[in-house]
């Protein structure tokens, strides 16, 4: 998929740890999910610097737009990934980055040698779940490996 113009989609960077953050509060916040504690997302770089770890970024005319990650599912097959802090900003919804970040990530877990992806997220993130059910994610009964999400009752697992 080519990106719109003026879009950028990147290996995250240590300088861009602060706005992610500050762009991961800010979606959890709209979701209801403000109260979630997550040191994780103070120093991402330096989590998904991690083997077979990795995170992207979209920049939209040189400003961050949000981002999504794949790291090894805690507790799980070490053939699973999890597809994690997957944000966008309203103002980058809709024209095509989730798709992109999503393309990135599962191209990127198969290259680290996964077979399955595997992604927990609040029920209320309805525009996630239609871009999982378009990228032929499986529903799933229960979670997987060890769930993370407080509040999370929506499982989705695809073979990459």
Known sequence: MALPPGVQL??????????LAAIARQVQAEFGAAAISDPE???MQR?????????????????????????????GDERIC????FYL????RGIGLGQALLDKCLLTARGYGY????????DRMSEA??????????????PMGYAELAGSHTWYLRTV
Request: charged share 25%; proline share 6%.
């Open 82 to 85: 999890e597809l994690r802090k």
């Open 129 to 142: 779940q239609r871009l999982l059910e378009a990228n032929s994610f499986q529903l799933l009964d229960a």
């Open 89 to 92: 900003l309203p103002s980058v």
């Open 115 to 122: 077979t399955q992806c595997y992604v927990e997220l609040l």
């Open 47 to 75: 989590s998904y610097s991690r083997p077979r770890s990795a995170y992207f970024l979209v920049e939209r005319d040189g400003k961050l737009g949000g981002g999504a990650g794949i790291a090894p599912l805690l507790g």
């Open 41 to 43: 997302l103070d120093a």
């Open 10 to 19: 990147r290996s995250i960077l240590p300088r861009d740890d602060a706005a």
